[in-house]
């Protein structure tokens, strides 16, 4: 049998066997048996997701949409960050059953198919604008399929969770030995196998962006929030001619709509640090704002992130200027 037949056979194996075990849900009992704590965690966390407070259109008299991001380095943000997991050469997935990050949500209900992605720029023009916050571009799959079951929704993945690693410089052989040729317009080449995937996993998204709408709802008297949409963001880098990595900004991977979001980060515990057995739920963690995020854009009519006018500190004064702004509103508003 030929190599890449082989690499094709145990490609379909490795995924039917993820595909068994993508639910990440919190547990102490291995596959041996063995119960890891005090008493066995048997139950399915299925709690249902507390409804937002209904808002009339014509009560909303003051609104601003805000772009902010959520640096995982900051201490106060590592439990969205923190256990990391692994995916080996194989294929495999290394996680924590107890805790988990989350980008392994993401990655797990993403793959099931229960999550829609968005991509940030238009299929039909990779190069042009990004402008994947306004959820134009979602990336399907067929009716009941996921990552296991759609080759197509497969393919399409592979772009907004991995990149392609080097190629081989050592072609395939056939059953005698010799190198495999084919021949393209007329010219013979050496046949190569194919470039493996590079996963991203916990480790390599050093931020989260999110679009939220900062409002004022003069029914109940309130400035109130919403988050719209979520990214992740890795690092964005270039080989130099010395073969070392060059860090050359950063690249939002897709988009995710939070309110279908809701459903899936409500049932996913965060770490506790007091107690092990009182834990909140991510979706717990972003209503009530339990985390630090710093403005990078604000809508204006430039349609331009603070970076463009502001370096520095500078760009971090004018965030913190935005936000007293939305802040003293209410305020200013109850002023006689």
Same mark, same amino acid.
Request: hydrophobic fraction near 40%; glycine fraction near 4%; charge should be negative.
């Given at each position: 049998m030929k190599p890449y037949l082989l690499l094709s056979i145990f490609a379909i194996i490795q995924l039917n066997t993820n595909a068994q075990s993508c639910f990440c849900g919190k547990t102490n009992i291995?596959?041996? +048996?063995?119960?890891? +704590?005090?008493?066995?965690?048997?139950?399915?966390?299925?709690?249902?997701? =507390?409804?937002?407070? *209904? %808002?009339?259109?014509?009560?909303?008299? !003051?609104?601003?949409?805000?772009?902010?991001y959520i640096d995982l380095r900051q201490k106060i943000n590592q439990p969205l960050y923190y256990p990391l997991d692994e995916i080996t050469?194989?294929?495999?997935?290394?996680?924590?059953?107890? #805790?988990?990050?989350? !980008?392994?949500? =993401?990655?797990? #209900? %993403?793959?099931?198919?229960?999550?829609?992605? *968005?991509?940030?720029?238009?299929?039909? #023009?990779?190069?042009?604008?990004?402008?994947g916050d306004q959820m134009k571009y979602p990336v399907n799959h067929q009716p009941g399929g996921n990552y296991y079951t759609d080759a197509t929704y497969?393919?399409?993945?592979?772009y907004y969770f991995g990149k392609l690693g080097p190629q081989s410089d050592i072609p395939l052989v056939d059953e005698f030995g010799d190198p495999m040729e084919e021949t393209v317009d +007329?010219?013979?080449?050496?046949?190569?196998?194919?470039?493996?995937?590079?996963?991203?996993?916990?480790?390599?998204?050093?931020? *989260?962006? =999110?679009?939220?709408? !900062?409002?004022?709802?003069k029914e109940r008297s309130k400035m109130d929030v919403r988050i719209t949409a979520i990214a992740p963001v890795v690092?964005? *880098?270039?080989?130099d001619a010395s073969g070392n990595k060059v860090i050359t900004g950063t690249k939002e991977l897709f988009w995710l709509y939070f309110p279908e979001c809701r459903f899936i980060f409500n049932n996913y515990l965060l770490y506790n640090d007091k107690n092990d057995s009182q834990m909140m739920s991510f979706d717990d963690l972003f209503q009530k704002r339990r985390f630090n995020a710093t403005i990078y854009k604000e809508s204006n009519v430039y349609d331009r992130n603070i970076e463009t006018y502001a370096n520095g500190v500078d760009a971090l004064i004018e965030s913190e200027r935005i936000k007293e702004k939305i802040r003293t509103l209410e305020s200013d508003v109850w002023s006689y």
């Open positions: 291995s596959e041996a +048996g063995i119960i890891d +704590g005090p008493a066995a965690i048997d139950n399915i966390a299925t709690k249902r997701v =507390i409804p937002l407070e *209904y %808002v009339r259109e014509a009560d909303v008299i !003051w609104s601003k949409k805000t772009y902010s050469a194989s294929g495999a997935w290394i996680r924590d059953n107890k #805790n988990v990050s989350l !980008w392994s949500i =993401i990655r797990c #209900n %993403v793959f099931s198919g229960d999550l829609t992605i *968005y991509s940030p720029f238009s299929p039909d #023009n990779l190069f042009g604008k990004r402008d497969r393919d399409n993945l592979l +007329g010219i013979r080449t050496l046949v190569y196998p194919p470039r493996d995937t590079i996963w991203y996993t916990s480790k390599d998204i050093i931020q *989260y962006r =999110i679009k939220e709408d !900062w409002f004022f709802d690092l964005d *880098y270039e080989l």
